[in-house]
């Protein structure tokens, strides 16, 4: 019976490959300068140093006219560097951020060289009478040159040190989520163990389902903390948990599905359901003699997804309720690191003797 088991393991884990979604991670420190958000900050910024450059020139008559051409010469050098960083991101993305970082630096000041000489021909074929010399061009070649490579340099060294920092909070949210994701209260694992043995002998075929499903909730709990899984994914590992605690409260514990207008293909944190069922059954079922009823409902409105989990509530359950809330607290704060804002955990209690838990979050897709 064990060889048979461990060959199910296997091919279970074979059929669940390539299940879940793992976010695409981007290494390179640069930004995206495609984005409209870029580029409006690469105009603003642009336009502050045409600013400060034209303010620099005290003794100008035409302080207004300069200012207008510095700004025109500056916003195009930006939006120009701005698109050139763009269109080399596939291939700066290959590199290591050091040696990305070298070549951005290059192209920056080769985009100010080519500027630069553009500027001078214009004026050149433009104005018939002015007859500017090699020397007026070297000089504002290298003062446009030297000034590149101040702003690049520092522009470059911003984004490093912020793609770092971001980089180390992301590491510790990680680290977070990974140890709320890996906790399972010790508890469920005696009395699953428990009801297994005693059903070794009269019931071997449901023992072995038990403990494939046990498997099963072990393998997700292990699982890494950045990956994504479909919600009907999700929805089958609370089934099989709930298979097993079934076995355990008999018919005590009722469960009352209302999930079919949920889209089966978004992509929600893994173990964010099973741990809320888990505590409804703590809280709620196993101080009642009687048992009770869990019922899971679920809605998509627009693009946000709905769940609820409703259980009863007996007189000594508000003490452990308001006693242990580690679980609210761990798919609250892995709502927050996934989705931000928009990935929300409230309780209501509607009675004294109902406890509701509502979810919010977003439709997220495998494609999107």
Known sequence: MYSEMRALLSLNDKKKTGAAVKPVTDELFLPNFCGVRMVLALMVIAQLLAFVLALGQMGSDNRWKDLSL????????????????????????????????????????????????????????????????????????????????????????????????????????????????????????????????????????????????????????????????PLSEEIELCHKYLRIEKLRLGERLSLRWETGELPQDALLPALTLQPLLENAIYHGIEPLASGG?????????????????SNPLGVEAAGRLTGNRMALDNVRQRLQAFYGERGELAVENVSPQLHVVHLRFPYLRKES
């Open 293 to 309: 009823e869990i019922v899971i409902s679920g809605t998509l409105r627009q693009t946000t997804i709905h769940v609820s989990i």
């Open 70 to 229: 510095i700004s025109l010469f500056i916003q195009w050098t930006a939006l120009s560097g701005g698109a050139v960083l763009c269109f080399s991101r596939p291939w700066l993305r290959k590199l290591p951020n050091i040696q990305a970082g070298l070549l951005s630096y290059f192209l920056l000041l080769a985009v100010t060289a080519v500027m630069s000489e553009a500027v001078f021909w214009i004026i050149q074929s433009t104005a018939m009478d002015v007859l500017l010399s090699r020397d007026w061009y070297y000089g504002f070649l290298l003062r446009n040159l030297a000034i590149s490579a101040i702003v690049s340099a520092v522009a470059l060294r911003y984004f490093y040190v912020q793609h770092q920092w971001k980089r180390n909070i992301e590491s510790e949210t990680q680290a977070r989520i990974q140890a709320l994701q890996s906790r399972i209260r010790p508890h469920f694992l005696f009395n699953s163990l428990n009801s297994i043995a005693s059903l070794t002998r009269s019931h071997p075929h449901q023992a072995e389902a038990a403990v494939m499903d046990l498997a099963d909730l072990f393998r997700g709990s292990l699982r890494e903390a950045r990956l994504r899984v």
